[in-house]
């Protein structure tokens, strides 16, 4: 913009216009002909301002005025390009170019550089420090001033950015090159190690060359900041010459690396054999440790000889890692796996006999807990899914013992007379923990078995087998299959019970009035009638006793219910039906005694409805 402005200029003239009018208003008239600058009446008659002379000479004014402003205005425009300088900050503009996606790179600073560097030839060149611009005479000495020094402040900015992008790629690359020469020197400790570092040197060479080109990269970078005249430090000069160091520096440790890899490997072999044959020596030592079971066959022990199996078992599958671990260091050194027939041979003979005295040592835990456990909390069909399970287990392993492990043989064979003994109580244990059992079948129970026995709170599960109901097993068999009969049937009746309380009438406005009916309940008929028929059919059971009277009470229920939906259908078809016909004020003056009537009906039909 131009300071002052146009406009403003114009202001001032034609006031100063204005007030030389006013000023020679009462002098004396002065009449010179040959005066006339305008082309118009003398400026100096007394002609009031409004005369013609004055309006002509207003416009020749207001004429030049607008021819500056538009040579001004073109003059702006050819300056429109050195806008860039002042609109942002130096540290803007270079903040808003180096977050560009993708980021820039060395040849886009570079453009950016000589970009700035054709600005300031520019205004050098095109901008003369006066203009002359019609009637006006423009100084523009401190605006090309402040182009010339903003541009160099951009300049120095780009370059600046330039270096410290150029610094952070000189310490990624040194860390790169750091990082390899970390993994060279440093020594392997397992054969996995050296695998690893062996395959690392491998690739190397690729990863060299890669990095060779970032360093002449690097090095492209710092001759373009030189080609700007920027100034290097000391510190950033020395960090590139430490980049272009590294090649050689880790060619020289590669070689050392691999020297000590030839002698790590030689050591790791040495104590792979050594590990082998302490190994072979401790499979022997548990080989020996499984002979002590050949004497073992006392079902007492059966919790001793079940800990000292576990722990045995423990250690031959720490064996057999490390056997594994050993053949995969032998796999990684090329060499054959080693095999351990010795460790083979004690898994495959110790297999059998772990089993043996884990599944003796469970069972006879289990028993114990179920023998000490109250009877009421025991499960019987969880009792049931252990037993048969314990009992497959043994079966299978006294088929593998038999014949071969004399000992083991017959323990297995005693373990499965205890589950068989144990197991004989199951059909007496699973009839009295029946969900059905209740006080009076206990009380029936003991009559018939002339016992005295009841689920009480502090008896256990040993209390009620020391009472030898096996030798009743006719009489509880009777008592539990009425107890299951007929908790079967008041199973059923609660079933229908809630199932009735579930269902509820659809209820729907009618016809926009407001008031409601009910929508046709054929659903819940039909469950009625569902019902109905399960109920008959319960009190015909012979197990029905203890239930008669509730299942009566239900099926008085069932009845009523059917009975109150037929008459409340029966009473609303009429309802529906009357409504229409005393809506009319007509019939309700021809009957009024039946409109009364009616409206009784229908304010008890209606206060029923939108309860």
Known sequence: VYSPSVEHVREVLHHLMDETVSAIQDLPTVQIDEFRPFEVPPLLAPDHESSPGMVQARAALDKALDWSGA?????????????????????????????????????????????????????????????VMGMFEVRVVEVKAELERAAHRLRRALLKALRVDTQEYCQALDERYAAINVKLTTQPETPEELTMLKKFIASLPKEKRKLGKRAAELSARFALLESFGYEISDAIASAHYHILSWPRKLDTTMVETERLMGLVRINMTREIKEKLSNLEARAIDASIAIKSFDFADNLDDAETLGEQAAALRTTLRDLVKEHALYNKHERLFEFEPSPLPVLSEALAEFKPIYTLWSNAAAWFTKQGTWLGQTFVTLSASAMEKFILKTYKTNSKVLR?????????????????????????????????RHPGIRRRHWAQLNEKTGLNISPQAD?????????HLENHIEEVTKVADVAINEYNLETTLDKMIVGLKRESFEVLPYKGSDTFIIGAPDDLVTLLDDYTVSVATMLSSPFIGPLEEAT?????????????????????????????????????????????????????WRGAMNK
Do not use: C
């Open 71 to 131: 040579y001004m205005r073109g003059y702006l425009s050819r300056l429109e390009r050195f806008h860039v300088l002042l609109a942002q900050t130096h540290t803007e503009y270079v903040a808003s170019f180096t977050a560009r996606e993708p980021k820039p790179k060395p040849a886009d600073y570079a453009d950016e550089v000589r970009k700035v560097e054709s600005l300031i030839v520019d205004i050098r060149s095109l901008i003369d420090e006066r203009v």
């Open 400 to 432: 593998q013992l038999r014949g071969q492990h004399i000992a083991g043989a017959t323990a297995a064979t005693a373990l499965k007379e205890a589950i068989e003994t144990f197991r004989a109580h199951m059909p007496i244990i699973k009839k009295l």
């Open 459 to 467: 008896w256990n599960l040993y209390y009620f087998v020391e009472q």
């Open 552 to 604: 009566r009470k239900f099926s008085a229920k069932l009845k009523l219910v059917q009975a109150t939906i037929d008459k409340w259908l029966l009473v609303q078809r009429s309802w529906m039906y009357l409504n229409p016909i005393f809506s009319s004020d007509d019939i309700n003056r021809a009957l009024p005694r039946g409109s009364m009537l009616y409206d009784a009906v229908d304010a008890s």
